[in-house]
């Protein structure tokens, strides 16, 4: 740093620390020069420099004040979503959607299993995922903040999270493929949400022998129909295209201009299946042997009609269009990209589609006017091994700009900016996509995957941040073990130079894709109507008021109709016997801010979140007598231990209320002959 | 002696049967409609604050019913913490007075058409009488019942605190809540109307006594002459 930078920085330091403290102390002669003294001073003991107390300031968030971003980013192997508030780059919550989640009472009993059991794979009751890329609903290629959608890389599974209550609604899993990647990217109106398989494997997950993988094995693009107005997908809707095997990777939808059709890039054309033991190469080396990959094109307003006109054929019940139809309709083109590719992203006017060669140096911004061109005007430079046409690149492209080693991901800012993370050079990259020219990189630490900015995939990004989402962070944080954490960094690109903020450590799985929404986007509901099963949206029938609570016996079964407000729940005694089925219906009967209760019955791995107003039904076998307290596991009130009750579980065959149950130690001689009948018989309905 | 007393009540009758001056007839009239604003406005206003209720909680008392803040969870609110004391439900069903309130004000409304319409002192007088009893009897009620909210704990409830007043008027700490009560504009508009009849009552008991007296000079300036 020159002297020149330094005085300028020192100075403008100065007057940062100026301004913060001038409303706070009184003005004197000494007034300022002490307050940054006092800071100086400050400065001096944490050893922080001027670029550090800026970047304080600029992330600086007191309590009570909110954020004005929130980021939803992936939990990676969490099988997770993280709501994270920026730009003080706080975890807010960790939404449960593929995995268990205990404080959300997501997973241990409620009504979360059935979610959670409708991304079940036959026996396989899956209970993680390797969860890629949420992508937040929108309108007119805007975040309407809505609903987040994300897919498991690994199980080929969709999931629908509504951002009302940040709760996940749905599972949906792919019958035809076992992995995904390009996923879960929507529509400008969220028409669809797209879902495109990683490794090729034969449709409607059959075997076939490896060897026939040219033959048997196909890659998948599959388009979830959403109802908006449900909050769900619509799996009869939904619809699919095969693919030939090409390792399909990251895709996106067209918007604006080119509204109607879907990117989506491949690596492995060359088909490589590996085979290390036999001496073959493996598929890193097999699969990078070529110089172009395919960019595949596909209008899927065209073969959304195809469907409509009934020329597909269900595989798995799913309606797919062969692949063969895809080439001969023209729904499917290919263009060459440069080797490995991996980012695939449209250009906020929708005019451009850039693409990062992993294993080339450069962007490559493809113009879609050409592309439609070539395909209207039928000018292919030939086809693949599968009849696909192609499209000559030359001419398909706008330019390439050299951006550095390994350019993957692009995001955007509202300046006509593109910013590429550059994975092998740790760095992000700043370009100007309409002249094509590099401006700027910055070094982050380290390893950089995916990269966003606010509001960057939109029609109209923002243009103030952009996080580098990074994958080691090998001297930024304290040791934990040699499970390092990833690394989140905030960077200010507000100003002419881009400047890194803040780095946040992500301790739970490594994060992928993420989106920053705008703070006043989300219309987020503070509590439930009473009675509220939130998994529906709808009146629990089960749902219990103050005064109608019961018990119900019918045979072995015992249905609870419980209540929970501040500090009991009612009823506090559940008298059954072993062996018995036990429904229970709970409510809270809360209506204020933040008033949550929990309930958990121990032994039985049963954990419930009650949030004011929710509902949820539990069903559980009493298999083992037993008295077994169940309580609030949320510190409610200054009453909350004594929220709390008890389930009796007699051994089978004793009348309720008998001594005799109590076994012989505490056997009373007096009181235990109550016949079965005066209390055992229960009020039946 | 007697005599003398009996020509001040023959006069004091005879002012009774007078009739009102034509202009306090249309204002008797139009007195109705604070009575029916304070029908249909909150009367009473508290407020409740405390470290965990950022946002406050707050309910207001209407003559026929309550009304609390945050969609009226915050009565809800106020209830689930008042029973921690062994406090009764502050409800319409504990609080049946809101049952007849409306028909007092109703009462009131037609009694002041009433006299407007009849138009003469003694019916004045009786309306100056039986609004001023309503008032006060409505504004006992209003105090008994708070008392009696303080002051009838259930012996059962897991927080014993010493029985009390609640807030009326004024401020008042009780536990972690500050709380604040005041009158409301129903409270206002009820207070404008009985002061209005009972202005016209004593301009009538005035100017009446005043005309009475030129009129008994008169009378004897008469008989002497």
């Not at chain 1, 003294?37 to 001096?44: F, H, P, Q």
């Not at chain 1, 080693?405 to 740790?426: Q, R």
């Amino acid at each position: 740093m020159n002297k020149q930078h330094l005085l300028t920085g020192v100075s403008l330091a100065t007057a940062v620390i100026a301004v913060a403290f001038a409303c706070a102390k009184p003005k004197g002669p000494a007034g300022q020069l002490g307050a940054s003294a006092s800071v100086k001073e400050l400065m001096d003991k944490r050893k922080l420099t001027e670029a550090d107390v800026e970047a304080a300031l600029r992330t600086y968030t007191p309590g009570g004040r909110a954020d004005e971003y929130m980021i939803l980013a992936s939990g990676g192997q969490a099988g997770q979503i993280l709501a994270i508030g920026a730009p003080s780059m706080r975890l807010l919550k960790v939404i449960g959607v593929f995995t268990p989640e205990p404080w959300q009472g997501y997973g241990y009993g409620g009504g979360g299993n059935e979610i959670l059991a409708q991304g079940h794979q036959g026996d396989q009751k899956l209970g993680w995922a390797d969860v890629h890329h949420p992508n937040l609903s929108e309108t007119k290629g805007d975040y309407d903040g809505q609903f987040i959608f994300v897919n498991d890389k690994a199980n080929a599974r969709v999931a629908v999270v509504d951002l009302s209550d940040f709760a996940t609604k749905q599972i949906v899993v792919n019958p035809l493929v076992s992995s995904d990647h390009g996923g879960a990217f929507v529509t400008p109106n969220t028409e669809y949400v797209i879902e495109t398989s990683q490794y090729p494997a034969p449709l409607g997950r059959d075997y076939a022998p490896i060897e026939q993988y040219k033959e048997k094995y196909r890659g998948l693009a599959m388009f979830w129909k959403f109802d908006r107005a449900k909050g769900r997908i619509d799996q009869a809707a939904s619809w699919a295209i095969e693919l030939p095997p090409y390792t399909q990777d990251l895709a996106d939808a067209g918007k604006l201009d080119s509204d109607g059709f879907a990117f989506l890039n491949s690596f492995n054309t060359e088909m490589a299946i590996g085979g290390t033991l036999e001496g073959k190469p493996p598929i890193e080396s097999g699969a990078s042997q070529n110089d172009m990959d395919y960019l595949h094109v596909i209008d899927w307003r065209k073969a959304e009609k195809l469907v409509a006109d009934g020329k597909s054929t269900t595989i798995k019940g799913v309606k797919v269009i062969s692949l063969e139809t895809a080439a001969n309709e023209g729904i499917l083109h290919l263009i060459g990209e440069p080797k490995s590719p991996h980012g695939c992203d449209v250009t906020p006017d929708g005019k451009e589609i850039i693409v990062g060669g992993k294993l080339d140096t450069h962007a490559t911004s493809y113009s879609f006017e050409k592309i439609k061109k070539l395909i209207d005007g039928k000018q292919y430079s030939g086809k693949d091994a599968y009849g696909v046409p192609t499209l000559d690149f030359q001419q398909s492209i706008k330019g390439q700009v050299e951006i550095g080693l390994g350019p993957l991901h692009t995001v955007f800012d509202n300046k006509g900016n593109a910013y590429t993370s550059v994975f092998i050079e740790s760095a992000v990259a700043k370009w100007n996509y309409k002249d094509m020219k590099l401006l700027e990189k910055i070094p982050v630490h380290y390893n950089i995957g995916h990269i966003l900015s606010a509001e960057g995939d939109t029609v109209s990004p923002d243009g103030n941040y952009v996080v580098a989402m990074n994958k080691m962070s090998i001297d930024r944080f304290s040791p934990v073990g040699p499970l390092y954490p990833q690394d989140f960094q905030l960077i200010d690109i507000e100003g002419p130079k881009m400047r890194l903020l803040v780095d946040m450590p992500i301790g739970i799985g490594e994060p992928h894709y993420s989106q920053m929404i705008k703070m006043d986007k989300l219309k987020t509901r503070k509590v439930y109507p009473v009675g509220e099963n939130i998994y529906t949206g709808q009146k629990d029938p089960s749902a219990t008021l103050a005064g109608q609570e019961k018990i119900v016996r019918s045979g072995t079964t015992v249905d609870v109709y419980m209540t929970a407000i501040r500090s009991h729940f009612t009823p506090d005694r559940i008298d059954v016997e072993e062996g018995d089925t036990i429904n229970l219906h709970v409510t809270s009967l809360e209506q204020s801010e933040d008033q949550t209760h929990g309930l958990s019955f121990n032994l039985h791995n049963i954990d419930l979140s009650l949030e004011p107003g929710k509902h949820e039904n539990v069903t559980f076998v009493a298999s083992k007598a037993g008295v077994y307290p169940f309580y609030c596991t949320e510190f409610c009130s200054a009453l909350h231990l004594e929220m709390a009750g008890y389930l009796l579980v007699r051994p089978k065959g004793t009348p309720p209320g008998s001594a005799a149950a109590a076994g012989s130690a505490s056997a009373a001689p007096s009181g235990s002959a109550a016949p079965p009948a005066a209390s055992g018989a229960a009020p039946k309905k | 002696m007697l005599a003398r007393l009996k020509l001040a009540l023959d006069g004091f009758y005879e002012f009774l049967q007078r009739p009102l001056f034509l202009w306090s007839r249309p204002v008797l009239a139009l007195l109705v409609i604070p009575i029916i604003l304070a029908t249909f406005k909150p009367l009473w206003h508290f407020d409740f604050e405390a470290p965990q209720y950022p946002k406050g909680l707050s309910f207001e008392v209407f003559s026929y019913k309550l009304e609390s803040g945050h969609d009226g969870n915050d009565l809800r609110e106020i209830n689930i913490l008042n029973h921690y004391i062994g406090m009764k439900k502050l409800d319409h069903v504990e609080l049946d007075d809101l049952d007849w309130m409306p028909f007092g004000f109703g009462i009131v409304a037609i009694l002041l058409l009433r006299v407007a319409a009849i138009g003469n002192v003694r019916a004045l007088v009786d309306l100056c009488v039986i609004i001023f009893y309503f008032g006060a009897f409505s504004a006992g009620r209003f105090v008994y019942k708070l008392w009696s909210y303080g002051h009838h704990l259930a012996p059962d409830a897991p927080v014993k605190v010493e029985p009390f007043m609640p807030v009326i008027m004024g401020v008042k700490k009780i536990g972690n809540f500050t709380t604040y009560g005041r009158p409301v504009a129903g409270t206002y508009f009820f207070t404008a109307a009985v002061l209005g009849v009972v202005a016209l009552t004593l301009v009538h008991l005035i100017v009446g006594r005043i005309q009475t007296r030129r009129e008994a000079a008169r009378r004897e300036k008469a008989a002497t002459a």
